[in-house]
């Protein structure tokens, strides 16, 4: 089982729309919650992160955090061109080591 | 400005030759971290430090090695480059995990 699942994509939302991008981890024991934006041949940006149940918000991203259900979102509002990219979930494990998902495609149309 | 470098941005080796990417940060960070990207397997962890003369090893870390003589620098060598190794390599350093990781622009390394 990996340790960290998102769904690949590609999503696709319509410019102003709001996107949300999801991943399950397995770890309970899990700690730190982070979201990074890669655009295409580029490395990965942090943007987000979240270390308690529930909400977090940073301008027009939202982290959302569940940890009894071991689930944590990313909702994008305002949808921008600009936000096109891949978004990778990492989470901490016990073994003190981070954990990445495959990342989901984003593509915001014009 | 801190920053992390990587270096070559882009290499081209031959199979069997040792290779040597580099990595150097100007945070001070004590951990830093080896990725390798590929399609379908996301960023998978080659090896780590979280000091001077730590090293420890990752999930793929087969056909590779690191050592930590200093804070700033932590390069991978590639002991006999396989086609299996082309892929993108990410140096990442962090103050402490729960910081989070800052990545380098990454190598992208061919092996024919």
């Known amino acids: 089982q990996k340790e960290v699942e998102q769904n690949s994509g590609p999503l696709s939302v319509p410019e102003g729309a709001i996107a949300s991008l999801n991943c399950t981890y397995s770890?309970?024991?899990?700690?730190?919650f982070f979201w990074y934006r890669q655009y295409s041949g580029k490395s990965p940006e942090l943007i987000m992160f979240?270390?308690?149940?529930g909400d977090k918000e940073d301008g027009r991203f939202t982290a959302q955090l569940n940890k009894a259900s071991q689930y944590v979102s990313l909702l994008i509002r305002d949808s921008q061109p600009s936000d096109s990219a891949t978004y990778l979930c990492?989470?901490?494990?016990?073994?003190?080591?981070?954990?990445f998902g495959t990342g989901t495609s984003l593509t915001v149309i014009p | 400005d801190a920053e992390i470098t990587q270096s070559p941005r882009h290499k081209i080796t031959e199979t069997g030759r040792q290779v040597t990417l580099a990595c150097h940060q100007t945070?001070?960070?004590?951990?830093m971290f080896w990725y390798r990207q590929d399609l379908g397997h996301g960023l998978r962890l080659i090896h780590y430090?979280?000091?001077?003369?730590?090293?420890n090893k990752g999930e793929v870390s087969d056909g590779y090695s690191v050592s930590r003589s200093n804070t700033e620098d932590l390069p991978l060598t590639l002991e006999s480059a396989a086609s299996s190794q082309t892929s993108v390599y990410f140096c990442?350093?962090?103050?402490?995990?729960?910081?989070?990781?800052?990545f380098g622009s990454g190598t992208r390394l061919t092996v024919v």
């Open positions: 990442a350093s962090s103050p402490s995990l729960g910081n989070g990781y800052t």
């Open positions: 770890d309970r024991g899990s700690q730190s």
């Open positions: 979240i270390y308690s149940n």
């Open positions: 990492a989470v901490t494990g016990t073994g003190n080591q981070f954990y």
């Open positions: 945070w001070n960070h004590n951990n």
């Open positions: 430090s979280y000091g001077v003369q730590d090293t």
